[in-house]
T-cell receptor
Framework: SQTIHQWPATLVQPVGSPLSLECTVEGTSNPNLYWYRQAAGRGLQLLFYSVGIGQISSEVPQNLSASRPQDRQFILSSKKLLLSDSGFYLC?????????????FGSGTRLTVV | SQQGEEDPQALSIQEGENATMNCSYKTSINNLQWYRQNSGRGLVHLILIRSNEREKHSGRLRVTLDTSKKSSSLLITASRAADTASYFCATDANSGGYQKVTFGTGTKLQVIP
């Protein structure tokens, strides 16, 4: 069966420090991968999605970047964190871009920038 | 406002009562899906309903879709304390030649034992 792993679960980082969040998927090949951010009490905002190795689409301009070095690995990064980068980050995968393929989410990373 | 908006934003009910949450959207959609999120956790898929369907059931969950009103509702019958969570609707729609999936802002449900 397919599983998705996301780590770390919580992270406290100082302003100006770098960031690297990792997400890996097991049990499937060539998944569509997504990074979402959820502000407190809000819905999910799509940050990046990837349909293949090295293919990254950005939905919103921001201080973050994403990379997909391997088929089932998706990394969210920043060179210098801002206070506004605090939030709950969720990785997800699907077999296709349509909802009918089903989106499976990781357990999330709570990032606090201090 | 967002493509998907749920109301109410928060709902508090007694265990055993039914809970109804609504989702409205703006553009034509292909599919609508309801998700549940326990506090501080990822989202879990509940039910998918396609644009040509009007109602779907899964256990104590009932989802309806009214494409003429661009709205959907999620009914949880005989609620339990364990149903306490936030519930989100998500829609996928054609946008600029590709599929765009949008999540609503969610309804926070509290079921009081």
């Amino acid at each position: 069966s397919q599983t998705i792993h996301q780590w770390p679960a919580t992270l406290v980082q100082p302003v100006g420090s770098p960031l690297s969040l990792e997400c890996t998927v097991e049990g499937t090949s060539n998944p569509n991968l997504y990074w979402y951010r959820q502000a407190a009490g809000r819905g999910l905002q799509l940050l990046f999605y990837s349909v293949g190795i090295g293919q990254i689409s950005s939905e919103v301009p921001q201080n973050l970047s994403a990379s997909r070095p391997q088929d089932r690995q998706f990394i969210l990064s920043s060179k210098k964190l801002l206070l506004s980068d605090s939030g709950f980050y969720l990785c997800a995968w699907s077999a296709g871009l349509y909802l009918r393929y089903g989106y499976t989410f990781g357990s999330g990373t709570r990032l606090t920038v201090v | 406002s967002q493509q998907g908006e749920e109301d109410p934003q928060a709902l508090s009910i007694q265990e055993g009562e039914n809970a109804t949450m609504n989702c409205s959207y703006k553009t034509s959609i292909n599919n609508l899906q309801w998700y549940r999120q326990n506090s501080g956790r990822g989202l879990v898929h509940l039910i998918l309903i396609r644009s040509n369907e009007r109602e779907k059931h899964s256990g104590r969950l009932r989802v309806t879709l009214d494409t003429s009103k661009k709205s959907s509702s999620l009914l949880i019958t005989a609620s339990r304390a364990a149903d306490t969570a936030s519930y989100f609707c998500a829609t996928d729609a054609n946008s600029g030649g590709y599929q765009k999936v949008t999540f609503g802002t969610g309804t926070k449900l509290q079921v009081i034992p």
